[in-house]
């Protein structure tokens, strides 16, 4: 079946200008995350979701980045004000639910660079 | 929270020869340790995961090992060969949180 899907897959913004990533599930998966990779570095947490709790914000970097995720499926990764280093391959992945040993599947990434 | 320490942060070995990646971890709630495999411009993918009630589990060429004692997994791949070059990220999951937490990650170069 289909994988995670994110869009765009690339996106070049001027510095200050707000950027919105989009990021479609896997079919039924309930548990949604958004991680951030920067250049030869590690995946970093930002959000995760999970069916229709609250989302767990606690690695969002600052107040510029947001995130939705509308009727438990589709989830949109906002940054507001774009700086420089949040120049970064930003990664969202899917399971089937959150806890225990499920597998985390992820989407392609947006690649995002800003000048 | 957790956090995952990874090693070496890149690796070259020759075709044939084995690899091995170490990784520790602070959180001693974490039990569940994926590693996952992400080849030049594409997304990260599962390749063989441990639960914390398992000190070792093995598919084909790859192996994963686990000490909860010392806190510390390892990923053997055997018999490498050059397809095996990419990027290696282990990650752990505390039974008290959902996220994974990442190591750096290892660069592995297998020389033909």
């Known amino acids: 079946g289909a994988g995670v899907s994110q869009s765009p897959s690339n996106k070049v913004t001027e510095k200050g200008k707000d950027v919105e990533l989009r990021c479609d599930p896997i079919s039924g998966h309930t548990a949604l995350y958004w991680y951030r990779q920067s250049l030869g570095q590690g995946l970093e947490f930002l959000i995760y979701f999970q069916g229709n709790s609250a989302p767990d914000k606690s690695g969002l970097p600052s107040d510029r980045f947001s995130a939705e995720r509308t009727g438990g499926s589709v989830s949109t990764l906002t940054i507001q004000r774009t700086q420089q280093e949040d120049s970064a391959v930003y990664l969202c992945?899917?399971?089937?639910?959150?806890?225990?040993?499920?597998?985390?599947?992820f989407g392609p990434g947006t690649r995002l660079l800003v000048l | 929270g957790e956090n995952v320490e990874q090693h070496p942060s890149t690796l070259s070995v020759q075709e044939g020869d084995s690899a091995v990646i170490k990784c520790t971890y602070s959180d001693s709630a974490s039990n569940y340790f994926p590693w996952y495999k992400q080849e030049l411009g594409k997304r990260p993918q599962l390749i063989i995961d441990i639960r914390s009630n398992v000190g070792e589990k093995k598919d084909q060429r790859i192996a994963v090992t686990l000490n909860k004692t010392a806190k510390h997994f390892s990923l053997h791949i055997t018999e490498t060969q050059p397809e095996d070059s990419a990027v290696y990220f282990c990650a752990a999951r505390s039974s008290n949180d959902y996220k994974l937490s990442f190591g750096a990650g290892t660069t592995v170069t297998v020389r033909a």
């Open positions: 992945a899917s399971s089937l639910r959150a806890g225990g040993g499920e597998t985390q599947y």
